[in-house]
Nanobody
Framework: QVQLVESGGGLVQAGGSLRLSCAAS????????MGWYRQAPGKQRELVAL???????NYADSVKGRFTASRDMSKLTWYLQMNSLKPEDTAVYYC??????????WGPGTQVTVSS
């Protein structure tokens, strides 16, 4: 069993930056896929960034060049650095972990609000 907790959300002006963190309790493995998703009011949850098993990162087109995902396995934590934020980035952001076994874990979410 893994528990995830996001932190770092808040209110920021357009053009500003925030860094989200996702701290995991329990064990995480190199074979886990770590991700960031977001859900804006009235919209479906969407993928923002993935850190796949083989390393590297994948991003939604809407955040490429502005967001950077990374992880620190020694701290059981992964991050989402968000720069040049836009009002359309306003959403609840969730971290996610998927195991080879098929288990999926979600954090409770953290609100990011970008004012124009």
């Amino acid at each position: 069993q893994v528990q995830l907790v996001e932190s770092g959300g808040g209110l920021v002006q357009a053009g500003g930056s925030l860094r989200l963190s996702c701290a995991a309790s329990g064990s995480i493995f190199g074979s886990d896929v770590m991700g960031w998703y977001r859900q804006a009011p009235g919209k479906q949850r969407e993928l923002v960034a993935l850190i796949p098993r083989g390393g590297g990162t994948n991003y939604a087109d809407s955040v490429k060049g502005r967001f950077t995902a990374s992880r620190d396995m020694s701290k059981l934590t992964w991050y989402l650095q968000m720069n040049s934020l836009k009002p359309e980035d306003t959403a609840v952001y969730y971290c996610n972990l998927k195991r080879l076994s098929g288990e999926v874990y979600w954090g409770p979410g953290t609100q990011v609000t970008v004012s124009s």
